[in-house]
């Protein structure tokens, strides 16, 4: 019995590193779609999307991806495209809602 603590012991840091590791690979992935679409949308459309919705109702997406650190599809922070007036013309960009910071040192919400 003794024998299997220690190996779960040694086992549980592991295991949390993989997983943290595969919830970053989801949110790179989900990032990258997130930008292909908004893309698609802008040569498409001529404009950017005022709201992440708008890529979903238009068939540009299914549903809106989760964010795997928030696990949520409305944390997503939008970052809007600013005309000379000030006003928002768009979303052209999005990043993470988490505040927590990566393995690799850097911020989710800066990926």
Known sequence: MSIMGILLTIAQPSYKQATI???EAALKSNLS???D???QYYADQGSY???LTDLSEKG???QLPTDP???SDSTWVEISLQSEEGEAEGIYDVHSGSDLVALDGTA???W
């Open 21 to 23: 590791k595969a919830r």
């Open 33 to 35: 779609t997130f930008r």
């Open 37 to 39: 679409v908004i893309d």
């Open 49 to 51: 999307p005022q709201v």
């Open 60 to 62: 540009y997406l299914r």
């Open 69 to 71: 650190f928030t696990r």
């Open 108 to 110: 989710y919400n800066e």
